[in-house]
């Protein structure tokens, strides 16, 4: 039985960083990398995994990012996936362990691999969903359209508007370099 591995939110400045594994009970139709699908396909096939897999998704704040390093959160995901999802084998897309052991990777193992393609759509969605919620904490930051990415937008936003509390302040972007970090939006007051 193999449990595949992938992750979304790595890359971005903003929100979550999310980890999902899935073992297959059945075969799913219309697997592939989360990238390469719509958003509307991609929400589909979020439910259908749902429902014919055994998974679990793992979440680590901007915060917690902040104070750990994204290294050991996601060895922290991974390692609670593995602890967690009874497997014979665990497949993570990609080309390190982050040091866990019983662990093996394969680069773009989330196009040739349908457990992993199905962890990859469960991570991707579970994320932009949570990216839509923000947006309505804080709608200045059009969260909604970028997800968290480094995007021209999101940087004038930044710049205008200061951080709020879901950014990685300990990420380092030259757009943004000598900006007060301190500065932190509150969400509005009837979402608090």
């Given at each position: ?20 594994g ?49 290294s050991q ?63 309505k ?15 021209k ?38 979402f608090?």
């Amino acid at each position: 039985m193999l449990c595949g591995i992938d992750e979304a939110g790595r890359g971005p400045i903003a929100g979550d960083l999310v980890v999902a594994g899935v073992i297959l009970k059945k075969e799913i139709k219309g697997l592939a990398d989360s990238k390469q699908l719509s958003a509307k396909k991609r929400e589909q096939l979020f439910d259908l995994i749902v429902e014919n897999t055994t998974y679990h998704i793992v979440k680590h704040s901007a915060q917690l990012i902040d104070e750990l390093g994204l290294s050991q959160c996601m060895r922290n995901s991974l390692e609670e996936i593995v602890a967690t999802l009874r497997a014979d084998k665990y497949l993570f897309d990609g080309n390190t362990s982050f040091g866990v052991t019983r662990l093996e990777t394969m680069i773009k193992a989330d196009t040739k691999v349908a457990e992993v393609s199905a962890a990859s759509i469960l991570a991707k969605v579970t994320r932009d969903r949570s990216m839509v919620e923000m947006a309505k904490l804080y709608p200045q930051y059009d969260f909604e359209k970028h997800k968290g990415y480094i995007t021209k937008l999101h940087v004038e936003k930044i710049k205008e508007f200061g951080y709020c509390k879901i950014h990685r302040k300990s990420y380092k972007v030259k757009a943004l370099e000598g900006l007060n970090r301190q500065l932190e939006v509150q969400p509005l007051p009837f979402f608090a």
